[in-house]
């Protein structure tokens, strides 16, 4: 059964910094590309980032360019988000996904999602 696990969000004022954390369970982790995908109440789920399995290529969303950065640990099984310059237009519910492609670059095609963990920037 696989799981996926996303841990790290909260309550952080503007210009603040968060760091994502997204475990995952019962499938080969290394063979998956990740994404990161966020949801605003009354609006549409979006692609934030997401890395190749072999964390060699990397794809942000215009709006995170510069102040987010994507990365994952293998052996852990864990991917990461670090957010930086946080704005209040950042609140939402983030979501860690898993896709069974070697890469990214588009926000398509994920098969396993995690119930997501909420960030919020206060002004």
């Known amino acids: 059964q696989v799981q996926v696990v996303e841990s790290g969000g909260g309550l952080v004022q503007a210009g603040g910094s968060l760091r994502l954390s997204c475990t995952v369970s019962?499938?080969?982790?290394?063979?998956?590309?990740m994404g990161w995908f966020r949801q605003a109440p009354g609006k549409e789920r979006e692609g934030v980032s997401c890395?190749?399995?072999?964390?060699?290529?990397?794809h942000y969303a215009d709006f995170v360019k510069g102040r987010f950065t994507i990365s994952r640990d293998n052996a852990k099984t864990t991917l990461y988000l670090q957010m930086t310059s946080l704005k209040p237009q950042d609140t939402a519910m983030y979501y860690c996904?898993?896709?069974?492609?070697?890469?990214?670059?588009?926000?398509?095609?994920?098969?396993?999602w995690g119930q997501g963990t909420q960030v919020t920037v206060s002004s």
């Open positions: 996904a898993a896709r069974a492609y070697a890469f990214c670059g588009d926000w398509d095609h994920y098969n396993y």
């Open positions: 890395i190749s399995q072999s964390a060699g290529g990397q």
């Open positions: 019962g499938l080969t982790f290394a063979k998956y590309a």
